[in-house]
């Protein structure tokens, strides 16, 4: 309990104070409706879960182009608009507060799943060599579209009109998916980025989409509604970074930083030297997440000064009361891994809370 003492106390995070430092992590669960619009048991789904400092809410696409996995949720349309403000009133209604995660996938995606079944597009057109879920099932992830100029100048203004939106549907802030394989990252890997222009080649230019994107959406809502998510290091999506990935990210932290972002959300993946690099160049709120940290760990991050905040995703998930399980040292439901993904109020919605599960 020592190392969660920290972890219960309030936080200013851009414009808003939080009530304590624990965050749920945005995690795809694919009960969207076809058209992009939120489930109809979603705005229950995250108001459950509204005890934590902060919900950053499912990868939702920007665009038709952005969209990667079947049923995933959009943020482009007055019908996503009208679905994420239930959502949004509901998490409010509970005292919480909610960033929806703008996530573009580019070359992760196949045609059969978007809604103008087009192919992907990507800083370059190279197949990510993995297997995608359709309707039909696993199929091979066909080559992407390598974005021109103008493209790219496009896709941000569509994560600029997205951010609108959510602040429209109103979302508290968003977050820019930089992080897991996607887009942005895309940028980031020379295996997934052989571009000559200004978007590829050296560190500067690998970086400034991600910058872009950040400035135009800061712009749009404002800076302190504004945050970005990195996962330096992650070879998801089958990207590799290369020997200066490292200097990428502290180059882009330190660029990033200028903006005045309301957050940074790190995927830590085991390089301490440079998480503390990147801890040093940040002024603003840090989110950090350990995949698998065990219970008796949560907490550390904070009490160290390494991170303001901390994520966790299948804990909370699975506890719709995580916050007061961890005060109270209660025993945590395990996430059922089956239903995850699609579904129906089946590990969604129906884990139990501490007095449910009691009685």
Known sequence: ????????????????????????????????????????????YYAQRAGVGLIVAEGTQPSDDGQGYLTTPGIYTAAHVAGWKKVTT?????????????MHAGRMSHPDNT??????????????????????????????????TEDIHQTVADFRH?????????????????????????FFAPNANTRTDQYGGSIENRTRFAIEVAKAIAEEIGADRTAIRLSPGSPLGGLDEGANGPDLYRHLVAQLDKLGLAYIHVMHNGDDRLMADLRARWKQALILNR???????????????????????????????????????????????TTFFGGTSQGYTDYPALEVAAA
């Not at 939080?18 to 076809?34: C, D, E, F």
């Not at 509901?90 to 703008?102: C, D, E, P, S, Y």
């Not at 197949?127 to 099932?137: I, R």
């Open 291 to 337: 995949p698998g940290r065990p219970r008796e760990q949560i907490g550390a991050d904070v009490a160290s000064g390494l991170a303001d905040l901390e994520a966790y995703g299948q804990m909370v998930l699975a506890n719709p009361d995580f916050v007061a399980r961890l005060k109270s040292d209660a025993p945590m439901n395990q996430a059922d891994h």
């Open 90 to 102: 509901a998490v409010h209604n509970k005292g919480g507060r909610i960033f929806i995660q703008l």
């Open 162 to 186: 997205a951010a609108r939106a959510a602040i429209e549907a109103g979302a508290d802030g968003v977050e820019i998916h930089g992080a897991n394989g996607y887009l942005v990252q895309q």
């Open 1 to 44: 309990m020592t190392l969660r003492i920290h972890t219960f106390t309030p936080v200013r995070l851009g414009r808003y104070v939080l009530q304590n430092r624990l965050v749920m992590s945005p995690m795809t669960r694919s009960r969207a409706k076809r058209d992009g619009t939120p489930g109809d048991l979603a705005a229950e």
């Open 115 to 148: 809604p103008h079944h087009r192919q992907a597009v990507a800083p370059s057109a190279i197949a990510p060599a993995s297997q995608m879920f359709t309707a039909t099932g696993m199929q091979e992830i066909p080559a992407p579209r390598a974005l021109s």
